[in-house]
């Protein structure tokens, strides 16, 4: 199975992620990588030119385990598709908003 290399930009992410409180397993899932792949000591080894990005550069990221954040976001989608196929096109709009703010909505 190929890894996933984090970019100059994905470390940035990382310590600002850090920086928020991130847990770092959270932090690992969201990139698709070990969680060793996100450990200070790694980052600041491989990395040692990047600086954390701004806190306002984390609004799409959301705080909190992603994989749970995806199964709840699965159920508004399914809920929009079957308010589609039933001709409801503004029910499934709702759904897929309510869902958005749902994912976006930082947790524990």
Do not use: C
């Not at 930009?9 to 992620?17: C, G, I, K, R, T």
Request: net charge neutral; glycine share 6%; no cysteine.
């Amino acid at each position: 199975m190929p890894s996933y290399t984090l970019t100059n930009h994905d470390v940035s992410l990382v310590l600002a992620m850090k920086n928020r409180g991130d847990d770092s397993d959270d932090i690992a899932a969201w990139f698709a990588v070990n969680q060793g792949r996100v450990a200070s000591t790694e980052l600041a080894e491989k990395y040692p030119q990047v600086t954390a990005a701004a806190q306002s550069d984390l609004a799409k990221i959301p705080k909190g385990p992603p994989g749970k954040k995806g199964k709840i976001l699965r159920a508004y989608v399914e809920k929009a598709v079957a308010a589609l196929d039933s001709g409801d096109p503004a029910t499934a709009l709702k759904e897929l908003q309510a869902g958005l703010d749902r994912y976006s909505k930082h947790e524990n």
